[in-house]
């Protein structure tokens, strides 16, 4: 009997040796340049659909002069409805989807103003990472759902949460309703990852997160889905699905 106790603890003991230490978080070092050089890359999406009152949208980055990345499910189900994006500047320009992703939740659009701006992405990533999410939730505190730009800051807590075949980084930055879709930076000002979604307690409306957790599409899923290059084709042509 003693020889099965003693097995069963040094099991315990064996399992929870191999758990990593939660990470110590780094500083949160972003200057006041830095963080005014990110908000100007996000874009406020907006879907207008002449037959539907429920107009959607959520939150798009910048990464070249002519190109916004945003979640799928931003721009899903837009057939027939005008895309806009919204710049920090209150330019507002027209977008059209090019590529779309529905394995990794991403999209690509395209404008044909000059958006003068480029984003790197980041090569790698670390726990205890200092992170910043830039995006426009909507406020659920004023009756209009009036969506202002949000700049949410926190610390990567797992870089490998996977599901389906896709792989995830959790972070501690508070993302709503409206972020989805937007850039994640390190503190270099490079792209780690896109809002996705969040873990929420079951049958509350709005859903609320109970574990503090916000997943992000992981960058080298995002690098990617752009390194494959839709063919050059007419406007009016359906975006290209990668996989």
Do not use: Q
């Not at 599901?163 to 270099?188: K, M, Q, W």
């Amino acid at each position: 009997m003693f020889k099965y106790l003693l097995a069963g603890i040094l099991c315990v003991l064996s399992a929870c040796s191999v758990f990593r230490a939660a990470p110590t978080p780094k500083p949160l070092n972003f200057t006041e340049d830095r963080l005014a050089s990110l908000r100007a890359r996000a874009v406020l999406i907006e879907v207008d659909c002449e037959d539907d009152d429920d107009d959607t949208g959520g939150t798009g980055a910048i990464i070249d002069r002519h190109r916004v990345l945003t979640a799928l499910h931003v721009l899903d189900n837009i057939d027939g409805c005008l895309v806009t994006g919204e710049l920090e500047s209150g330019e507002v320009v027209e977008l059209d989807l090019i590529k779309i992703s529905k394995k990794y939740d991403l999209a690509l659009a395209i404008t044909e103003n000059d958006l003068g701006l480029s984003t790197p992405f980041a090569k790698s990533v670390s726990l205890g990472e200092p992170v910043t999410c830039i995006g426009y939730p909507v406020d659920l505190m004023e009756d209009s759902r009036e969506r202002k730009l949000n700049v949410a800051m926190g610390f990567i807590s797992s870089d490998n949460i996977e599901t389906d075949g896709v792989e995830y980084l959790r972070v501690s930055s508070p993302i709503y309703f409206g972020h989805s879709g937007s850039a994640c930076y390190n503190t270099r000002g490079e792209i780690v990852g896109v809002a996705d979604l969040l873990a929420s307690a079951p049958l509350l409306f709005p859903p609320v997160p109970y574990d503090g957790a916000y997943y992000l599409v992981r960058f080298d899923h995002v690098r990617e889905f752009l390194k494959i290059d839709p063919p050059a084709r007419p406007k009016a042509d359906p975006p290209v699905k990668v996989n």
